[in-house]
């Protein structure tokens, strides 16, 4: 059986509230069900006040086996803003706006 879990955005401390309410402990730093592996939906990132914890908890779970996840928009803009452009020197596959470099 499986929890899905979309949409955290930088929230971790509601993603670690959600963790509790499902179950879920931490053990060794790493929170895992007894019974459940969790599905993470993507978009980990932007917009909530607390991205990298999110990380910290979500990778190690995955790396344990405790959670799956498949990719955001969120994280496919950001590594897409990361990538230059095989095609265009000096760019990059998403655009440098500022509206793009603020998030
Ligand atoms: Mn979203």
Redesign the pocket.
């Known amino acids: 059986m499986y929890d899905l879990i979309?949409?955290i955005?930088g929230h971790a401390s509601e993603l670690v509230k959600l963790l509790a309410a499902l179950g879920y402990s931490r053990h060794k730093g790493v929170y895992k069900h007894p019974e459940r592996q969790a599905i993470f939906l993507?978009?980990f990132i932007?917009r909530g006040p607390q991205i990298r914890e999110t990380l910290e908890i979500v990778r190690p779970m995955i790396d344990a086996g405790f959670a799956l996840s498949v990719m955001?928009?969120?994280e496919l803009n950001a590594l897409a803003y990361h990538t230059p452009d095989p095609d265009k020197p000096g760019e990059y596959l998403r655009k440098h706006s500022d509206k793009n470099t603020k998030q």
């Open positions: 979309g949409d955005h993507g978009d932007d955001g928009n969120h």
